[in-house]
């Protein structure tokens, strides 16, 4: 079993920056990767950004790219996703998650465990 915390998040205006954090508890070996995830009201989950555990590669859905950045504080086994330059559409509850099969992964239903939430609101 992996928990998941997530903080952060709140209301900004367009063009402002803010920041989630996730850390995982629990069995934190079997971790694979680490991926975020957002859905707006009436959308389907959509991947956001993940980092692979072991060897800290990151990746980037086309829609955040150069505008989001995750990163790993190993001393604290928290990840990060600083967001900058935020946009209306941006708006969502995002979630982390682990998957603790090998590979990575953009399909949600592929991920084990699941933070609650934090909700991102941008005002244009």
């Known amino acids: 079993q992996v928990q998941l915390v997530e903080s952060g998040g709140g209301t900004v205006q367009a063009g402002d920056s803010l920041s989630l954090s996730c850390g995982p508890s629990g069995r934190t070996d079997s971790v694979w990767t680490l991926g975020w995830f957002r859905q707006a009201p009436g959308k389907e989950r959509e991947y956001v950004s993940a980092i692979k555990w072991k060897s800290g590669t990151t990746l980037y859905a086309d829609s955040v790219e150069g505008r989001f950045t995750i990163s790993r504080d190993n001393g604290e086994n928290t990840v990060h996703l600083q967001m900058a330059s935020l946009k209306p559409e941006d708006t969502a509850v995002y979630y982390c998650?682990?998957?603790?099969?090998?590979?990575?992964?953009?399909?949600?239903?592929?991920?084990?465990?699941w933070g609650q939430g934090a909700q991102v609101t941008v005002l244009s």
């Open positions: 998650a682990v998957r603790t099969s090998p590979g990575t992964s953009v399909y949600p239903g592929l991920y084990d465990y």
